[in-house]
């Protein structure tokens, strides 16, 4: 295996695009993702995602733009790209008819892992594999096709994983099997990079996401996308009261200093705009107590990561950036 260099960023893309003919599948990708990191790549089907992971992964040649990955430029450097990086495609592409233990041996000499063994029993024992080795992984569920194409991806142990839909025809059951398997990856300090639509799936494992349709509309944190589209929300929710005690609190609410517009959703409901929470928050609380109002509880109210991804791909949305 052709080793990375750790001192560069795991990867780096300017302007990176792709057409096919007159339709433009990529346009102009910039990004950069750190050692260790796990970025989202979050887009519709057919937004161009599975063509940047293509690029990147040295399968596809950019029509324009350039990129380095585990530190080799795609292009001139391509066999050394496919060499650091591991790679799940929606389809597992599994030699069917092979066992389970053969398909991972057969890709563990092709990419010249020294003394495989150890590490195919410890990684099939990791994903409950174990004791179908010898079954052809043409008899396995979706899933379980899935999380063996997970193995051979990493079975070289490659600096930067590239998983392209990997949830993408499971059911539920299955879904949550990869995903605790994919969790496990993100642990193991290796710098993923998850191409999905599934917000559920980015939500729970991503440091950052990207939202993607031909180019990166926004990039960055989940919350910082929340707070820069929708800025920060608490919900106060009070007990019944007099009418009086409940005007009291709304009043309180709406002059409290570092509290932004406030929307009284019903009579035992208040909405906040809070810019800065951590410093707000427990404040307010004190004030509302020491007022004797009858606050039941506060709870965050900051939009879904639906709401930021719908937001992002509103055709009237101008580009937004962030930090990349």
């Not at 063509?51 to 795609?74: D, K, Q, Y």
């Not at 208040?270 to 020491?290: G, K, M, R, S, Y």
């Amino acid at each position: 295996m052709a080793p990375a260099r750790s001192s560069v960023p795991a990867i780096e893309a300017r302007g990176l695009g792709r057409s096919f003919g007159d339709h433009v599948a990529v346009d102009g990708v910039d990004v950069t993702v750190a050692p260790g990191e796990v970025l989202g790549f979050l887009g519709p089907n057919g937004a161009g995602k599975t063509t940047t992971v293509r690029m990147l992964a040295g399968l596809l040649p950019p029509s324009r733009g350039t990129a380095r990955v585990a530190g080799f430029e795609v292009t001139t450097e391509a066999a050394s790209v496919r060499a650091s990086v591991g790679l799940l495609t929606e389809t597992p592409g599994l030699y069917e008819t092979l066992p389970a233990h053969r398909n991972l041996r057969l890709f563990a000499e092709l990419y010249g892992v020294d003394d495989p063994e150890p590490k195919i029993r410890r990684w099939l024992e990791r994903f409950g594999l174990w004791g179908r080795r010898n079954d052809p992984s043409g008899s396995f569920s979706k899933g379980m096709r899935q999380k063996l194409a997970i193995i051979r991806a990493v079975l070289h142990e490659p600096p930067v994983i590239f998983l392209d839909e990997p949830t993408s025809g499971l059911d539920p059951e299955a879904s949550i099997d990869v995903r605790d398997a994919i969790e496990e990856l993100c642990h193991g300090g290796a710098t993923v990079f998850l191409g999905t639509h599934n917000l559920v799936e980015a939500e729970r494992l991503c440091d950052r996401v990207a939202v993607f349709k031909q180019r990166i509309l926004a990039i960055d944190r989940i919350d910082a996308l929340r707070t820069a589209l929708f800025g920060r929300h608490l919900r106060l929710v009070l007990r019944a009261a007099p009418d009086e005690k409940l005007a009291e609190a709304l009043t309180l609410v709406q002059t409290f200093s570092g509290v932004g517009a406030v929307t009284p959703v019903t009579p035992t409901e208040i909405l906040a705009e809070i810019p800065d929470p951590a410093a707000t928050h427990p404040a307010l609380v004190a004030a509302l107590a020491a007022a004797g109002v009858p606050l039941l509880y506060v709870q965050d109210a900051s939009p879904s990561l639906e709401a930021v991804y719908r937001k992002l791909l509103e055709p009237s949305l101008t580009a937004m950036g962030g930090s990349s």
